[in-house]
């Protein structure tokens, strides 16, 4: 009986996923080779676009061919309001990041877990939340970038 429960302890250990879901409360970013902080960044996919083919002799059903992407996705980046700061003040909408965007996902012990990586960047947008004298809060800016591609990166393999 102990070879089952050890057995059944290895099987459990090795499927045991719910330990292993990746949080969202600590990433890090680089534009570029920059560091940054943010406190939320939204907007990581991938798809492809299709068109239907169909051929000829066998055209019992059409055939699925992938065609290159026609619109840019877009990545938002939240932050609170800064009095100054040097780089982001370079971030106008029209600027290319040339060396794309990484975000890393970091596990509870701060060891890196997950990468994405957007390329082909151009901030497009950035804005500043409501200004409002009776509520008190930290102003949040918000920026804009659009991509093509976005890799994501698999980092801790158990």
């Known amino acids: 009986m102990d070879a089952l429960g050890n057995l059944l302890d290895s099987y459990n250990k090795l499927f045991d996923n719910h330990n292993k879901l990746v949080r969202n409360s600590r990433f890090l970013v ?3 080779v920059l560091k940054l902080s943010f406190t939320k960044v939204s907007g990581f996919e991938q798809d492809i676009d299709s ?4 051929e000829g002799g066998i055209n019992d059903s059409a055939v699925m061919l992938a065609v290159p992407k026609k619109e840019r996705r877009t990545i938002r980046f939240e932050r609170g309001l800064q009095a100054w700061s040097p780089v982001l003040t ?3 909408p029209g600027v290319a990041i040339p060396l794309g965007i990484t975000v890393i996902m970091l596990n509870e012990k ?3 877990v997950q990468t994405y990586h957007v390329s082909d960047c ?3 947008r950035w804005e500043v939340g409501d200004v409002d004298a009776n509520a ?4 949040i ?3 804009e970038v659009s991509y093509t591609t976005c890799d994501r990166t698999n980092l801790q393999l158990f």
């Open 110 to 112: 701060s060891f890196p």
């Open 141 to 143: 800016e918000t920026f």
């Open 51 to 54: 068109e239907s083919f169909v």
């Open 136 to 139: 008190g809060n930290i102003l």
């Open 90 to 92: 370079r971030m106008k």
């Open 30 to 32: 680089f534009i570029g």
């Open 122 to 124: 151009v901030v497009t």
